[in-house]
């Protein structure tokens, strides 16, 4: 230690955040896999389950249907000017709803439920760590992990779809009120070319990205949250992180799905 | 407990509106390219795809009936694009109904457009090849327009060249022109080509002129035709018509020769033979000639009709047949 | 009594255990033995020894962060210890499966430090929690009200049924958490700091609860605090934890009067 310079010290810093960042990647797949194994093995907390759907599920959709809905119409009225300068502004439904239902939808809900589940779930498990909750439930008998995080992470994992459902159907909505005032086009008119422009390999893709979405917001605030070191500062901590990360990996969850979806239509 | 009932309400509600939507989502979009219920499959036979892709949509009398399954290739000019068309269509489409590629709107994507025939033919039926028409597509009309406009530019330079060198009295062309003896053995042989042409032509026009009038006297007053007068015009006529004959044979036995004489090994004809210019004049000439030739063979066999000259004629058959017997 | 018999070896300490064996006449339900636990590189318990009869008290005294907590944690297998052996009602826990663990553990009754009261959950959902998967146990009742109440009403807060813990008190957060650890009817009670955070009056009354329920269902306990009236109280036998070993046992008489200065730091005021 005498003779190391500042360097060395940056250097086994940079080299502990290196291994940190490992570590964490290691004991969230570690988590993951946990997740896997108690998922399908009884007993099943079936009520906590729909508990945690309602909290997700319902009580996001207000959420995400105004962010929906003011994306719809925010990108109609900004592609507007471009189209008609081009002559295209009849193609407005199908730009628009291809781009909300294969990218814009899944990924704006996604993002609005890591904001909201991800850090609610990393705050509340948390909360309940330091406060020894977990240990209580351990304790008296109930698997702590399946009743706190499997019903979570499944809750997630399969409320976002429908979310992401109502999240596109609004936008587009949003989306068509522009065109009906601005531009006369009337609603069946315009769901019809969206319509006519999807197709089930726009539809499916988007669904199955969205299974995965849900099921990162839901691992990493777990995670997070179930890991969160003692004190009231940890509960922070875990919910501003288990954001953070959730949203990062959403975005590295969103490539890999584009990357894999591409390579299926080249099939 | 009461709370618990309502959340779970709720998220029933949620759910089932959730799935609901998707599902209907699904079977719209499936709807439009037809997977569900019964179609059935026609195809057709192009010489160009046009960019035409699985998927895109087949209208009949611009009506969306159905999709573009699978185009194959056949060979390196017939494509076979299979369709399938939503099964209440059976009873519209007819076997001579007849298909082409063309785009919906200038920026559109392709589409296979099926018109219906003019005739009344059966109706159509699974697996049926249907006629199909290639349209020439923009792009292909702008690469021709392309080419042409290239060929004109090049044309335009060889013929600046040309000019140049005629007006500087090089090349084939100028030496020949320089040949006086040539030049002037040529523009004889034109000056009688014009001169047998025009001679012919004014022959004819006058036969042409006689035969309306002839016919016009039918018409009104046939009986008071002057029989006399007129057949010994129509003998002078006839006489007329055979010196010109006569002289368009000896004048077509001149070009003759001479074009073999193109054609032979003499260097400075072969020169000019590929002078396009010359050889291009030359033709003219000779398709004046045909023309004359078979205008003029035209009228003959008209007159060969007429009644008035029938008679005639049939003299002139039994003369060549005494003859020949 | 006599403050000269008292030692701080462990070898003394065994030696006085046994006389208390004699004494209470009963048999152990928690043996621990050599108990090692080290958090990376700081060693919190370092070889620790006791033993729990049954029926009786025995209050384990140490300083913040000399893994009190840590320790009776590993009796409920919340906690692996890194060596050292833990026998719990005749049952080795490292050798337990899940199902036997947690028919072993609703034997077990532990009042954490926080109370830890389910947030989300009502007073009466916190006290059914237990029951969830020990329906066995109580006979498969189907309706669970008729137990909530009891458990109540032995901490004297029966009509707290329907509130959230974050309407209640510290104090009474406390009491239903007690409840909420005899609704199992446990042979062994293991309070982990129970006084702590509250005011000395609240303090009192939660050790009074205490020591009713011991004397009504007859169980044993290791109580685990700082708190020096706490301990006077209720210990009938104490351990002094410091660096991770038992450093001395005996009563509250015996230790108090110790010239050790370890021993004595924890009696002066």
Known sequence: MSDSSPNALVKSKTFRRIKHFFVQIGDLSYFAGRFFKEVFSPPFEFRELLRQCYQMGVLSLFLVGLTGFIIGLVLTLQSRPTLIEFGAVSWMPNMVGISIVREIGPVITALICAGRIASG??????????????????????????????????????????????????????????????????????????????????????????????????????????????????????????????????????????????????? | MAKTTLENLKLGIFVILGTSLLLTAAYLIGNRQNMFGGTFNISAVFKNANGLQNGNNVRFSGINVGTVNKIEMLNDTTILVYM????????????????????????????????????????????????????????????????????????????LKVTQSLTKGKGSLGRLLNDTVMASDLQQTIANFKYASHSANKTLSELNGMVSTINFKESTAGVLLADTISARKMRQTIDNLEKSSSELEQMSKELNSVINGL???????????????????????????EQGTARFNENMEALKHNFLTRGYFRKLEKKEKKNTN | MNSKHMEKTGIVATKETQNLESKTNGKAVIRIKDVCKSFGDNKVLNGFNMELYEGENVVVMGKSGSGKSVMIKCL????????????????????????????????????????????????????????????????????????????????????????????????????????????LKPKIILYDEPTSGLDPITAKEIIELMRSIQNKYGTSSIIITHDVDCARVISERMILLVDGINYAEGTYAQLSVSKDPKVDAFFKK
């Open chain 1, 121 to 267: 779930i990393g705050a509340e498990l948390g909360s309940m760590r330091v406060t020894e909750q977990i240990d209580a439930m351990e304790v008296s008998g109930t698997n702590p992990f399946k009743y706190l995080v499997v019903t979570r992470i499944l809750a997630t994992t399969l409320m976002l779809p429908l979310l992401v459902v109502f999240g596109d159907l609004i936008a587009l909505y949003g989306s068509a009120l522009v065109e009906n005032i601005k531009g006369n086009v009337s609603f069946q008119l315009y769901f019809n070319t969206v319509f006519d422009a999807l197709n089930w390999g726009d539809l499916i893709p988007a669904t199955i990205k969205s299974f995965f979405f849900g099921f990162v917001i839901g691992l990493v605030g777990c995670f997070k949250g179930y890991y969160s070191t003692k004190g009231t500062a940890g509960v922070g901590i875990a919910a501003n992180t288990a954001v953070v990360m959730a949203s990062l990996f959403l975005f590295i969850v969103d490539f890999i799905a584009v990357f894999v979806t591409d390579i299926f239509y080249e099939l």
């Open chain 3, 76 to 183: 409920v297998g919340l906690l692996a210890p890194d060596s050292g052996y833990i026998e719990v009602m005749g049952k080795e826990i490292s050798t337990l499966d899940r199902q036997t663990l947690d028919e072993l553990r609703s034997d077990i009754g532990f009042l954490f430090q926080g109370s830890a009261l389910y947030d989300s959950m009502t007073v009466r959902e916190n006290l059914e929690f237990p029951m969830r998967r020990h329906k066995e146990k109580l006979g498969y009742v189907s309706d669970t009200t008729s137990l909530v109440l009891e458990a109540l009403e032995n901490v004297g807060l029966a009509h707290t049924m329907d509130l959230m813990p974050t309407e209640l008190s510290g104090g009474m957060k406390r009491r239903i958490a007690l409840a909420r650890t005899l609704i």
């Open chain 2, 84 to 159: 399938s068309i939503t099964e209440n269509m059976k009873g519209h489409i007819k076997k001579d109904a007849v298909a082409m590629i063309g785009s919906d709107g200038l920026v559109g994507s392709m589409l296979i457009n099926i018109v219906p025939g003019a005739g009344v033919t059966p109706l159509i039926e699974e697996g049926d090849e249907l006629e199909s028409v290639s349209k020439i597509a923009t792009q292909d009309m702008i690469s021709t327009l392309n080419v042409t406009n290239e060929n004109a530019a090049l044309l335009t330079a060889d013929l």
């Open chain 2, 263 to 289: 054609n032979g090994k003499n260097s400075f004809v072969q020169y000019v033979s590929k002078d396009t210019t010359l050889v291009f004049q030359l033709e003219r000439t000779m398709q004046n000639i």
